[in-house]
């Protein structure tokens, strides 16, 4: 765990994994509802083996530090503290995350934002800004209600939408794919019979072959549009 500035002048507790052979692109990983739990962690461990520095802020910093949740057993806790998110002070601390992991790169280097639920829309909001260079979008809760058309043009983005997500009905689904029919630089990816959070490990509904067919086309995204 590292601190990182916000723009307000406080101090933001962010999980950072460095990689041991750097390949110039560092990639913001977004939480779900249930904070920098071990799943995060995980996952930014797995980036950092890729090459890439990985970060991941603590969303809930403000209400409680080092929140790290079991959505089995705590899946009340998380939506009281999902309640009470300040998601334009939440946009801000993935902004200064972001601005810290392009210092710690080479000036040419590229930063992408990922995340999972909460995170997947707080991923595209940060990536609307044009602050960044892409993002992915693991079924962004809430992501139809914010969707724009005048995305920044130098930024690519990637979003798996789960066909059977009881938090994006299928009237959300046809919005964020009619979102991006022209934008040749962002795909979305839909997945038949998948449910919210199919691509937890460990979670109930985990399904391992579309995880991993969705964590496949999410490296491929990232060597090519991140990796320096």
């Avoid at 079924?139 to 939408?161: F, K, N, R």
């Avoid at 391992?208 to 995204?221: G, I, L, P």
């Amino acid at each position: 765990m590292i601190e990182v500035e916000t723009s307000d002048g406080k101090k933001m507790p962010v999980y950072q994994a460095k990689p041991a052979k750097p390949n110039g692109g560092a990639i913001v990983v977004l939480q779900e509802i249930f904070g920098v739990n071990q799943n995060i962690r995980n996952i930014c461990d797995g980036f950092a083996e890729m090459g890439f520095l990985a970060v991941a802020p603590e969303l809930f910093w403000r209400q409680e530090s080092n929140v790290q949740l079991d959505p089995s057993e705590d899946m009340e806790k998380a939506k009281s503290l999902m309640a009470r998110l300040d998601q334009k002070l939440a946009l801000s601390d993935v902004l200064s995350t972001a601005t810290f992991a392009r210092s710690q790169i080479p000036k040419n280097g590229r930063v992408g934002v990922m995340g999972y639920c909460l995170g997947g829309k707080l991923a595209y909001l940060a990536a609307a800004t044009g602050k960044l260079n892409g993002f992915i979008s693991y079924y962004g809760t809430g992501l139809h209600a914010v969707l724009s058309d005048d995305l920044p043009s130098h930024v690519s983005g990637l979003i798996h939408v789960a066909e059977e997500d009881y938090l994006c009905p299928l009237e959300a689904q046809q919005k964020i794919s009619a979102c991006f029919v022209e934008n040749e630089l962002v795909t979305v990816m839909s997945y038949p019979n998948m449910g919210h959070a199919f691509a937890r490990v460990g979670g109930g509904a985990y399904e391992e072959a579309s995880a991993q067919r969705a964590d496949k086309a999410t490296e491929k995204f990232l060597r090519k549009e991140i990796s320096g």
